[in-house]
DNA sequence: TTGTGTTTTACGACCTCC
DNA sequence: GGAGGTCGTAAAACACAA
């Protein structure tokens, strides 16, 4: 067998030209070779082994992957007309075209994801934010339900403690007594008990619940 | 200098499409 | 069935702090 001829012919090209063959790889149209398992050569270089040698990865040049770049800025998807076309300008193997190009598809897939993720997280942060700002409004409502209750009681309280000294309103103080709170007034379907409800006031005399309530605090 | 984390290159396995 | 895709990962290259 020549293999190892052919080895050490193409190790010693690839040191005359390293920036063009980084790695030997099997030529479009070839034979296909057997799949390899994966080569586990990490000390291949530090050995200096030169049947192993030429295996070692080399950065692609700047030049080469502003090409590439550019490349994939316009299409994504690699059809093999153009990765050959590159793959001959670039002076690689069309399979590494065709490896940089998935590489570069996964590294934007993972670039747009961390993006829509970000993005994710920032709507997240933002109705955070604003259920916790609708909680305290919330706490803040109770609070004010709350006292405005505390002060209706009183009210009423002060409204019992007038009515007991006057002797027209005997009816009223009956029924604040029984509730502590005006909403909770039980009242007949047809209405009828409202009639005992309010002090008398005079025929055709608008009055409010406020200014009622003045008139006896 | 060296240990360690990140990026880049390359590959195998598997999948889909024509 | 072959070409080309994704996915997961090995390993080289690189960056950088200690």
Redesign the pocket.
Known sequence: MNHTMDDQNLAFISQLYPDVY??I?PQQGAV?PP???????????ATGDVSNCF??????TDE??NMLEMSFGDE?????ER?DRLAAELG?DP??V??????????W?NKRLEEEYNKLKNSHDNVLGDKCRLESELLQLKEQLYDAEREIQRLAERVERGSSNSPISSSVSVEANETAFFGDYNVGDDGDDYDNLFYPVPENTYMDGVEWASLYI
């Open positions: 980084t790695q790889l296909k799949k390899r398992r994966r080569k586990k050569s990490k000390g291949a270089v295996f070692r990865k080399r950065k692609l080469q992957v994504h998807k690699l059809e093999s990765k690689l399979r590494q065709a490896v940089w190009f998935q590489n570069r598809r996964a590294r897939k």
